[in-house]
C-alpha cells in the first residue's frame, strides 16, 4: 500500500473539526514531550511510563466532542502493529498535531477540503 500524506492529513483535519478537541491535542502532545524531555535530560527514563497518560484528553476530545474514534486506530489497521507502522503513525500524529498548533496560534491556515463528517 502506497502511503499518501496529503490524503491522510486531509482525513486527519476531517476528524478534528472541533476547536476544543484541537486544543487538548495540542496540550497531550506538549505534555508528552515535556516528559520525554526531562527524562532524557534529567535521566528520569521512568517519566516515560507517564507519556500514554498525556493522551487521555486528546481521547477524550474524540468520544466528547468530535463524537469519532481516535484517527490512530484506522490508521493502525491499515498500516500494521509493526515497528515500521508503529513509527509512521508516531511521525505523522506528530508533524498533523504540530501544524494544527500553529493554526490554534493563529500562524498558518491549514486547507479544508470541503467534504461530509463520518462519525464511527
Given at each position: 500500500?502506497?502511503?499518501?500524506?496529503?490524503?491522510?492529513?486531509?482525513?486527519?483535519?476531517?476528524?478534528?473539526?472541533?476547536?476544543?478537541?484541537?486544543?487538548?491535542?495540542?496540550?497531550?502532545?506538549?505534555?508528552?514531550?515535556?516528559?520525554?524531555?526531562?527524562?532524557?535530560?534529567?535521566?528520569?527514563?521512568?517519566?516515560?511510563?507517564?507519556?500514554?497518560?498525556?493522551?487521555?484528553?486528546?481521547?477524550?476530545?474524540?468520544?466528547?466532542?468530535?463524537?469519532?474514534?481516535?484517527?490512530?486506530?484506522?490508521?493502525i489497521q491499515q498500516n500494521g502493529?509493526?515497528?515500521?507502522?508503529?513509527?509512521?503513525?508516531?511521525?505523522?500524529?506528530?508533524?498533523?498535531?504540530?501544524?494544527?498548533?500553529?493554526?490554534?496560534?493563529?500562524?498558518?491556515?491549514?486547507?479544508?477540503?470541503?467534504?461530509?463528517?463520518?462519525?464511527?
Amino acid at each position: 500500500m502506497k502511503f499518501d500524506f496529503r490524503n491522510l492529513f486531509d482525513e486527519y483535519l476531517e476528524m478534528h473539526v472541533n476547536q476544543v478537541n484541537r486544543w487538548l491535542h495540542v496540550i497531550s502532545m506538549a505534555g508528552a514531550w515535556i516528559l520525554f524531555l526531562v527524562g532524557l535530560f534529567a535521566w528520569h527514563p521512568i517519566l516515560w511510563l507517564w507519556i500514554p497518560v498525556t493522551y487521555i484528553p486528546a481521547m477524550c476530545g474524540h468520544f466528547l466532542f468530535e463524537r469519532n474514534q481516535p484517527t490512530f486506530s484506522r490508521f493502525i489497521q491499515q498500516n500494521g502493529w509493526d515497528v515500521k507502522g508503529l513509527l509512521l503513525m508516531a511521525v505523522v500524529e506528530e508533524a498533523c498535531v504540530f501544524l494544527m498548533a500553529l493554526e490554534q496560534f493563529g500562524l498558518i491556515k491549514l486547507p479544508r477540503k470541503p467534504k461530509t463528517r463520518r462519525v464511527y
